[in-house]
């Protein structure tokens, strides 16, 4: 079983930064492949991209997930914010088949 919590979503004007955060707990989790979504009103949950070992992997320009393994977290760095990228985001975890999600975190982006 695996639980994860997202936090740092927050209200944040164009053109800027947020980090959000998602600390895992279970069993297992070093093998898991971990990931971010985000799903707004009326459109299906979008894939913004995954990481299997600590690193770091850069999605669009923008975007960046990085993960610690020891602190069992994975990190959402979001620069250069649009106002389309106001969602829920979610942490996910791939782990023996089974996709686990987080409750999500709100990113409004607005001025």
């Known amino acids: 079983q695996v639980q994860l919590r997202e936090s740092g979503g927050d209200l944040v004007q164009p053109g800027g930064s947020l980090r959000l955060s998602c600390t895992a707990s279970?069993?297992?989790?070093?093998?898991?492949?971990m990931g971010w979504s985000r799903q707004t009103p009326g459109k299906e949950r979008e894939l913004l991209g995954r990481i299997n070992i600590p690193a770091i992997a850069v999605y669009g320009g923008r975007f960046t997930i990085s993960r610690d393994n020891a602190k069992k977290t994975v990190y959402l760095q979001m620069n250069i914010l649009k106002p389309e990228d106001a969602a829920v985001y979610y942490c996910?975890?791939?782990?023996?088949?089974?996709?686990?999600w987080g409750q999500g975190t709100q990113v409004t982006v607005t001025s």
């Open positions: 996910t975890a791939l782990l023996g088949g089974i996709e686990y």
């Open positions: 279970g069993s297992g989790l070093r093998s898991a492949t």
